[in-house]
């Protein structure tokens, strides 16, 4: 499956921004999916996953009540609704897509395919 994320950009505290990631290949109904990001001279963090039906969800505490993830496997994408976000919410994002088990895993090893990843920056 290939991933191809978007929605990147530049947007001030308080504001919200919303990245889609599609997958191609194969529907991504077969595929928990995830989101992690990467700011600059930092690991690769878990950011949210959902299962593959949807009905699990995870989120790192750092996002909660701010960020939603969400899936249409109609149209083989999967979303992340980012609102009020914060400058340390700046990083690389990055789409994943696992086929290993079931659930809304939170590591990035449960994850066998990546997206190239979209820039989301935050201005204060």
């Known amino acids: 499956v290939q991933l191809q994320a978007s929605g990147g950009g530049l947007v001030q505290a308080g504001g919200s921004l919303r990245l889609s990631c599609t997958a191609s290949?194969?529907?991504?109904?077969?595929?928990?999916m995830g989101w992690f990001r990467q700011a600059p001279g930092t690991e690769r963090v878990f950011v949210a996953a959902i299962s593959r039906s949807g009905i699990s969800i995870n989120y790192a505490d750092s996002v909660k009540g701010r960020f939603t993830i969400s899936r249409d496997n109609a149209k083989n994408t999967v979303s992340l609704q980012m609102n009020s976000l914060k400058p340390e919410d700046t990083a690389v994002y990055y789409c994943a897509a696992g086929n290993r088990g079931y659930g809304a895993f939170v590591t990035s090893n449960d994850y066998n395919y990546w997206g190239q990843g979209t820039l989301v920056t935050v201005s204060s």
């Open positions: 290949g194969r529907t991504s109904s077969s595929y928990n």
